[in-house]
Nanobody
Framework: VQLVESGGGLVQVGDSLTLSCTAS????????WGWFRQAPGKEREFVAA????????FYADSVEWRWSIDRSDDGNTVYLNMKKMSTEDTAVYYC????????????????????WGQGTQVTVSS
């Protein structure tokens, strides 16, 4: 299974941006999807996740209330809708899929994601 992210780019503080992640195989429909990011010089961190049902979601504290994650009706594409962006959101963003259809709360951040995209750069300028 290949996951392909798109939608990254250069935006300004306060702007909005939507990232997409499309799977090459329908088998990921029954999985949990997640978004992660890695800023320069920092470790990769969890951003958001959505369960197989397309309704159960979980967010990192840093993005909750600003961003949302959702999924296409066919289950093959996941979106990260980013609003009120700040320079601290500058990072390479990765989508990933975890084996289980859903997890409980913080487990979304630590689940064993085993499929990863190549990443897309998001730069927020002031």
């Amino acid at each position: 299974v290949q996951l392909v992210e798109s939608g990254g780019g250069l935006v300004q503080v306060g702007d909005s941006l939507t990232l997409s992640c499309t799977a090459s195989d329908r088998t990921v429909r029954g999985r949990t999807w997640g978004w992660f990011r890695q800023a320069p010089g920092k470790e990769r961190e969890f951003v958001a996740a959505i369960a197989w049902n397309g309704r159960t979601v979980f967010y990192a504290d840093s993005v909750e209330w600003r961003w949302s994650i959702d999924r296409s009706d066919d289950g093959n594409t996941v979106y990260l809708n980013m609003k009120k962006m700040s320079t601290e959101d500058t990072a390479v963003y990765y989508c990933a899929a975890a084996p289980q259809p859903m997890y409980i709360g913080p487990q979304y951040a630590t689940a064993p994601y085993d499929y990863w995209g190549q990443g897309t750069q998001v730069t927020v300028s002031s």
